[in-house]
Nanobody, 125 residues
Framework: QVDLVESGGGSVQAGGSLRLSCEVSGLTSEWYCLGWYRQVLGKEREGVATISGQGEMGYATSLKGRFTISQDNAKNTLYLQMSSLKPEDTAMYYC???????????????????WGQGTQVTVSS
């Protein structure tokens, strides 16, 4: 069983920054994929960024350059640093885990077995 607990969401003005954290427990192999996804009510969940156990990263093309995914293996924590935030970045952000490596690709939501409860990010203009 893999457990994921997100934190760090909140309200910020456009142009501001936020860092999301996801505490990960239960991943015992170096072959895995961790990802950040977001969803606006009424729309499909979309990929933001992924990182493999080998540190290979993948990003949504439209977000690359503003968002940075990283992981601290010593702390078993996944991060998403978000900068130059825009109102359209407003969404519920989810952390996800798969026991299959994504090798730097942006996995479909269907590839993940485990999801966190989400953390809300609201960007005002």
């Amino acid at each position: 069983q893999v457990d994921l607990v997100e934190s760090g969401g909140g309200s910020v003005q456009a142009g501001g920054s936020l860092r999301l954290s996801c505490e990960v427990s239960g991943l015992t192999s170096e072959w895995y994929c961790l990802g950040w996804y977001r969803q606006v009510l009424g729309k499909e969940r979309e990929g933001v960024a992924t990182i493999s156990g080998q540190g290979e990263m993948g990003y949504a093309t439209s977000l690359k350059g503003r968002f940075t995914i990283s992981q601290d293996n010593a702390k078993n924590t996944l991060y998403l640093q978000m900068s130059s935030l825009k109102p359209e970045d407003t969404a519920m952000y989810y952390c996800a885990a798969s026991r299959v490596s994504c090798f730097g690709r942006l996995f479909s939501v269907h590839n993940y077995e485990y999801w966190g409860q989400g953390t809300q990010v609201t960007v005002s203009s």
